[in-house]
């Protein structure tokens, strides 16, 4: 069973900043990774599959890299409506979370 | 439009029984595989269990096998899960989603339905 890690658990930061998130394969899972956001009281939205493949109607700041065992979620610019939970997926596991505040 | 609306999520006490229901429009239903994804109070994301647009094929956790069963109705472009044997682990928000490749992977989800599990 391939387990995935995400850090950090919470990253604070301001509207306008550069947020990084990574995700970690406890083996590797070529480039068959996705993404999802979350915000509060709503259901996940998919951001990013197979790594690096914005999905219909994800703005250009969201971008996915990575292969293997090592993954990266970037948003370039943080708006306000971005301050979420967002998780990584591989086939039937998700990572726990990285949370996006405001600092 | 791509639309997932779910449907039967109530208070039920441990061992009791529930059946879930999704209702999709918008896109050719049986060309997809669909999935039901929980989420616990104030927790993470847990995939539940999938099947094959054709029905030829389902998938379950581990945790749910023997207990909760996935199934569909072409006719009706609906998606179903019969839960059995509710323990409170199981109270959760229960997302029905659209499968977008062979990697599991949501490309739609529905507003989710909440199921509670408490005597």
């Known amino acids: 069973e391939i387990v995935l890690t995400q850090s950090p658990a919470t990253l604070s930061l301001s509207p306008g900043e550069r947020a990084t998130l990574s995700c970690r394969a406890s083996q590797s899972v070529s480039t068959y990774l996705a993404w999802y956001q979350q915000k509060p009281g709503q259901a996940p939205r998919l951001l990013i599959y197979d790594a690096s493949n914005r999905a219909t109607g994800i703005p250009a700041r969201f971008s996915g890299s990575g292969s293997g065992t090592d993954f990266t979620l970037t948003i370039s610019s943080l708006e306000p409506e971005d301050f979420a939970v967002y998780y990584c997926?591989?086939?039937?596991?998700f990572g726990p979370g990285t949370k996006v505040d405001f600092k | 439009e791509v639309q997932l609306v779910e449907s039967g999520g109530n208070l039920v006490q441990p061992g009791g029984s529930l059946r879930l229901s999704c209702a999709a429009s918008?896109?050719?239903?049986?060309?997809?595989?669909m999935s039901w994804v929980r989420q616990a109070p104030g927790k993470g994301l847990e995939w539940v269990a999938n099947i094959k647009g054709d029905e030829s094929a389902s998938y379950q956790v581990d945790s749910v096998k023997g207990r909760f069963s996935i199934s569909r109705d072409n006719t009706k472009n609906s998606l179903y899960l019969q839960m059995n044997s509710l323990r409170a682990e199981d109270t959760a928000i229960y997302y029905c989603?659209?499968?977008?490749?062979?990697?599991?992977?949501?490309?739609?989800w529905g507003q989710g339905t909440l199921v509670t599990v408490s005597s």
């Open positions: 989603t659209r499968v977008r490749d062979s990697n599991d992977v949501s490309d739609y």
């Open positions: 918008g896109f050719s239903f049986t060309n997809y595989w």
């Open positions: 997926q591989h086939r039937k596991g």
